[in-house]
């Protein structure tokens, strides 16, 4: 399968490139934004498969904002014909804060949320496993 | 208070209907025994004393007074008992008893009648039982009643009933004697019903003020039941302005705060003011010199609010129908918190029992606010540690974990094969990486625990058996490859074992003690979980046959950063974090956490919480 289109949307470089290295070694096609606006653009340019998004980024609710921007769900949003692409969340954010994160149609409308620190292995299977639901949907 | 003096007044004036109609049922019961008594006295002197009593008037008055009687014990049955009603009865009843005394005098020897005497008890008991003006009424009715009397006989129109041996015909018909008879008895009758009701008065008087204050301090103690359930600023404000305008039965109350700088006053709470009146505008004090005279602790009344010169905002009281206002500081330990009025529709209507009233309201009022505000600050607080131990996350966890990541990536051959010595130096970087990790991650759980992040997180009934079985699942692995026989069990009957906690502090309690137990024991060794109920409380044991406590280092074990030095021998890597969260995480639950060593033989811990076995 691979050759499918990841777009990361993070403002970590050093993160980014632990994570494309793995990515392009499995053959997937690695795009990066560095941050939210950028990220919403190139949604548009690249159509992507996959989004990789970070939460924290320039604000500290960047990720929640782009995540609710792509899946408006009012028919007129530009971003309509993008909404069902899988948004994997990133996010230091640890459960000791208490700020409890799940995906929440109205609220985190996002596929799946994952804690940092991703190693390539976890990763790849967090990506292999949105993509193949996404084949099969 | 208008209509409470006019109520007071009332009362004190005139016993209630309720006493009122027990007295009249007394009344009516002594007169049984005063008929009986009459008839038998008379019965008794015509049989066995020397004197010329005209028995058949006298037995007729006795028989008359029983037969009123009657009539009047039928009447009180049958009588609604409202006030008027019961008044009218007791206004007969005296009429009728005075009329008989007078009849009883008369065919007992007029003014030289020693059974002359027996007025004065009536009158006492009228004095009791009615109001000044009717006392006095009835004195003077007495005095008429005798003094036509001591008049008829001495004119010669009644013939003087002579009882005596000794003729007293002679006195009654001297008219200086029959005056003064007249004379002595008048003025006794009238200083015995002064008197009587003097003592009346004064009595009631001091049960009225008594019930009154009773009510007073009935609404107080409630205001205080209602305000100090809360700590929540704007419910103790609200709480306190309704309490106060109910206590004082007057429209309305506010309560103003001063301002972080000092120079204006706040509305705070509320009770019976318009959303118009309210929004007029704070109190600036430069403006204000009756506010500022009452935050230095003066007790203001204002008797026409239209026409006092001291007010910022009168029109605005106009328009709002207020007419007086009484106004008290809020003094807290540290100075001047605000103050607190209450508002009237009447004019000139604050007197100064209100006053003081207000003032003890306000007093007490100043301690739930300033507690009310202690605890607000202590939020702000709370929120500041939040937002801290946010950052820290953000800042301190989010590089180390992309340093993982990298050396995850590099590790795993994404950038090229790694030779052996590559290979382990980069282990070597990801083991201390991970620490860094575990210890960030420790010290966040510590500073939210510390800073009580989760204060409003919601408890929940958690069943302690389901937890332990999930730890013990989870650590079934590494305990095998250990070689340690990892078992449970539960000491306790058929009913579950629950505590009121959340699911995640439980979880992370267990997870520490146990991961603890798997990493200090040797292979071959044993971990035991035991569930048991005790006392009400729920208790898990983990014991273990480990490396064991040194004796010196109990008392610090649940110190931050410690560490054993056989603990540290044992395993290189640990925080010295674990226990002191875990004691945080079972302290903050209502739980105690206790451990029990012998060097070389292992470790028992012990957590105890209050069970929770109905849930909510």
Known sequence: ?137 | MNQNASSQAHRVSALPARELAASVAWFIRLRWLAGAGVLSAVWFIDLFLPLHLPVIPLYAIGLIILAYNLVFRYAFTRAPRDLPDLHRLTHWQIACDWIAMSALIYFSGGLTSPAILYFFFHIIIASILLTARATFFFAAFATGLIGALGALELGGALPHVEVFRASTLALTRDPLYVSGAIFFFASAAFVAAYLGNGLNQRLRERQAQTIQLNERLQTLYDAAQTINSTLELQQVLTRLARATADAMNVRACSIRLLSDDGARLIVGGVHGLSDAYIQKGDLVLAQNPLARQVLAGEVIAIADIAHDARLQYPAEAVAEGICAMLSAPLIGKHGALGLMRAYSVERDHFTASDANFLSTIASQGSIAIENALAYQQLGKLDQMKSKFVLTVTHELRSPVSVVQSLLRTLHAGYAGALSDTQRDLVERALRRSDFLQTLIDDLLALAAGKSELRVNEARVRVPLGDAVARVVERFQTPAQEKQIALEWHCDCDDAPIAILATQDAVDRILNNLVSNALKYTRARGRVAITLRRTDGNAQIEIADTGIGIPDDAMPHLFEEFYRAPNAKQSEKEGTGLGLAITRDLVTRFGGRITAQSKLHEGATFVVTFPENPKGF
């Open chain 1, 1 to 137: 399968m691979a050759n499918e289109k990841i777009l990361i949307i993070d403002n970590d470089d050093d993160l980014v490139y632990a994570m494309r290295l793995p990515l392009e070694a499995a053959g997937y096609q690695v795009f990066r934004a560095a941050n939210g606006n950028e990220g919403l653009q190139m949604v548009k340019t690249v159509n992507p498969d996959l989004i990789i998004l970070d939460v924290m980024m320039d604000s500290t609710t960047e990720g929640f904002q782009v995540s609710l921007t792509l899946r408006n769900p009012t028919p007129a949003s530009e971003y309509a014909a993008y909404r069902h692409i899988p948004i994997m969340m990133l996010s230091a954010i640890h459960s000791t804060t208490a700020l409890r994160f799940a995906p929440d149609q109205d609220y985190l409308p996002i596929d799946s949320f994952v804690e940092k620190p991703v190693g390539p292995e976890k990763l790849l299977s967090q990506v292999r496993k949105h993509l193949e639901k996404k084949q099969t949907a």
